[in-house]
């Protein structure tokens, strides 16, 4: 569980490396499928709780396939739209963070920023 | 356990209902849906497969009101029944907080209701957790078919079966026309929020 002081300090790891850097939106949530923080850049719609729920479940059923064929998790989790794509990255044991993103931004880039963010967070945590 | 947010203020409570395919678990929820749709500002999510059994889950989130300076937000899952999807009901059991279990009261479902309590308790049991230490509610699902005629378990049968060492509330209920559907939801929300209190400072 965060204290108010992680909190504000993973919204604004959040912000500045993704929101900023043009990304649609973000959502944190942990594995119980609840969304802990959410951003966006100002013109988003999304239900986020059913987006949370939704997105735990597709993790975790992820999670258990590798576990089947002997992977200890599959590192990148990535779904490419039309318009957007959706990024997947597990930040701490219990915790995952999705990031959607237009196409004007590479998948390249998005994954240089998250792993910047989850690194932080995990710095937030253990400090 | 129950998500609290000490800086949005908002506490999310996890709720399971679970038990054998087809006892009424995704009826549950619809009417709940429907009942309070003008109060419910999420949709509801069903994964359905295409002849409209439960695939993954379904999810249902509403706002209570406050607690403590907490918003408080109740989430509601239902399992898919079905036995061969095992795996699943046990990922949807992750970081539960209160569980309702759905029992079907036709003769026929008699063993598949047991095996599912039993089934559910070893699934718990994966995540570290005791069903003997969650809130828990039971429902009988289905009674209005005893006057149809139909062949149904007596509820003091299903009380041995079911309940005769858990000893938590239960509920005979009509999923379907909606008898029981809230009584049920408020004992088991009332039972979480009061396993959670303290961990709202
Ligand atoms: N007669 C009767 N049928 C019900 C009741 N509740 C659910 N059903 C029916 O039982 C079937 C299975 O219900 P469903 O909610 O999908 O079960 P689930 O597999 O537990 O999610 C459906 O055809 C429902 O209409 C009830 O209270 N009475
Ligand atoms: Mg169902």
């Known amino acids: 569980m965060f204290n108010q002081e992680q909190l504000n300090a993973i919204d604004t790891i959040i912000k500045s490396h993704l929101i900023d850097s043009g990304v649609e939106n973000v959502i944190y949530i942990d594995l119980a499928g609840n969304s802990i923080t959410q951003h966006d850049n100002g013109n988003s719609t999304l239900d986020y709780m059913a987006f949370a729920a939704l997105a ?25 739209g039309e318009k957007s794509s959706i990024h997947f990255s597990k930040v701490t044991e219990d915790t995952i963070l999705i990031t959607m993103f237009p196409k004007t931004i590479s998948l390249g880039i998005v994954r240089l920023k998250v792993a910047k963010v989850v690194t932080e967070i995990n710095e937030i945590c253990s400090a | 356990m129950a998500l609290v947010n ?19 678990k995704t009826t549950n929820l619809e009417y709940i849906n429907n009942t309070y749709r003008n109060q419910i500002k999420s949709e509801m999510v069903s994964l359905k497969t295409q002849d409209d059994r439960t695939l993954f889950f379904d999810f249902l989130p509403f706002d209570i009101g406050r607690i403590k300076g907490f918003k408080v937000i109740i989430q509601l899952y239902t399992v898919p029944g079905q036995v061969k999807y095992n795996a699943t009901r046990r990922l949807v059991l992750k970081g539960v907080d209160g569980i309702v279990f759905v029992a079907d009261i036709q003769k026929f479902q008699r063993k598949r209701n047991i095996e599912s309590l039993n089934q559910l308790y070893e699934n718990l049991k994966t995540h570290n957790l005791d069903l003997f230490e969650l809130p828990l509610v039971m429902q009988y699902n289905k009674v209005d078919l005893a006057n149809k005629g139909e062949d149904v378990i007596p509820t003091k049968i299903l009380q041995q079966d079911l309940n005769s060492v858990l000893r938590v509330p239960a509920f005979e209920a009509s999923a379907l026309g909606g008898g029981n559907v809230m009584k049920t939801l408020k004992k088991i929300i009332s039972m979480t929020l009061a396993s959670i209190q303290d961990q709202l400072f």
């Open chain 1, 56 to 80: 735990a479940g597709n993790f975790a059923a992820v999670d258990a396939m590798a576990k089947l064929i002997g992977e200890s998790e599959f590192s990148l989790l990535f779904h490419k």
């Open chain 2, 6 to 24: 000490v800086k949005t203020k908002e506490v999310k409570v996890k709720i399971v209902y679970y038990g054998p395919g087809r006892g009424g």
